[in-house]
């Protein structure tokens, strides 16, 4: 097996080696990371600037870009498009909830899969043990189970695993509902002009039954799938049936005429 294995922590990301000591017992095992930390990058891809490729040792490579780049430079560039599997992390904190819509980490495995290929983001959820061995231990079993189902094309896993010695088991969840701080902190710098932090350190969330979220406070890992598509089918549909949009389309119609 042929396994792409990215992050958006850099070379420097603690999940990194001890993920990676578990996948070369798969497979062969291709590492390319940003060559800086890039967390919250989200599904962004550089467009405007080159990107550079630095081979640190065999099969390990930086890339100055995001993790989605990596990923897509990885397949398409350095393993030219024989790949079996796309692993990002172990990320050094939580993607749960809306998480995923910001995560480097989650957006590397989204790429893979838009590339058509199975993939899987894995991460830490931190408790001050910081015991990444045996997250990636938990992400070979849960990679080993999935090598024997058939995931469907543009799909993939978001993994979560509490950060205790006492996992309860795993969970198959949805996505729960991320409650984020909202204050914009203003600050002065040596020089009179202001800046601000726009991220707050304060994270909550819903902990409905069946989620991710409530999984992880429960000490189970979290195992959530996860798809390219972000169509709305519910309400697709309930669009469909509007009459308002009925009565827009002869409205554009007279003007495409004109």
């Known amino acids: 097996m042929r396994i792409l294995l990215s992050n958006d922590d850099g070379l420097s990301g603690r999940g990194l080696e001890p993920m990676i000591s578990k996948l070369k017992k798969m497979g062969e095992v291709f590492v390319i990371v940003p060559d800086t930390e890039k967390s919250a990058s989200s599904h962004s891809i550089t467009l405007h600037s080159p990107i550079r490729l630095v081979e640190k040792r065999k099969n390990v490579y930086t890339v100055t870009g995001t993790p989605s780049d990596c990923v897509r430079f990885g397949v398409i560039g350095i393993m030219k498009n024989k790949v079996d599997l796309v692993?990002?992390?172990?990320?050094?904190?939580?993607?749960?909830?809306?998480?995923?819509?910001?995560?480097?980490?989650?957006?590397?495995?989204?790429?893979?899969?838009?590339?058509?290929?199975?993939?899987?983001?894995?991460?830490?959820?931190?408790?001050?043990?910081?015991?990444?061995?045996?997250?990636?231990?938990?992400?070979?079993?849960?990679?080993?189970?999935?090598?024997?189902?058939?995931?469907?094309?543009?799909?993939?896993?978001?993994?979560?695993?509490?950060?205790?010695?006492?996992i309860r088991g795993i969970e198959i969840t949805r996505m729960g509902k991320r409650i984020y701080d909202e204050d914009i902190e203003e600050r002065t710098d040596p020089r009179g002009y202001k800046y601000y932090w726009i991220a707050g350190e304060r994270l909550s969330g819903h902990l409905d039954s069946g989620t991710d979220m409530n999984a992880i406070k429960n000490s189970y890992i979290s195992v959530t799938p996860l798809k390219v598509d972000q169509t709305d089918y519910l309400f697709l549909e309930k669009l469909k049936k509007q009459k308002i949009i009925k009565g827009i389309n002869p409205v554009l119609s007279a003007l495409a005429r004109k």
Do not use: H
């Not at 989650?106 to 790429?111: D, K, L, P, Y």
């Open 87 to 166: 692993v990002s992390g172990i990320n050094d904190g939580p993607n749960l909830g809306d998480d995923c819509i910001y995560s480097g980490t989650v957006a590397a495995a989204r790429e893979g899969a838009m590339l058509g290929l199975p993939a899987i983001a894995v991460s830490l959820v931190p408790n001050g043990v910081g015991n990444f061995k045996l997250a990636a231990d938990y992400a070979a079993r849960i990679i080993k189970i999935i090598k024997k189902i058939n995931m469907p094309k543009y799909s993939f896993l978001n993994v979560n695993v509490p950060d205790t010695d006492a």
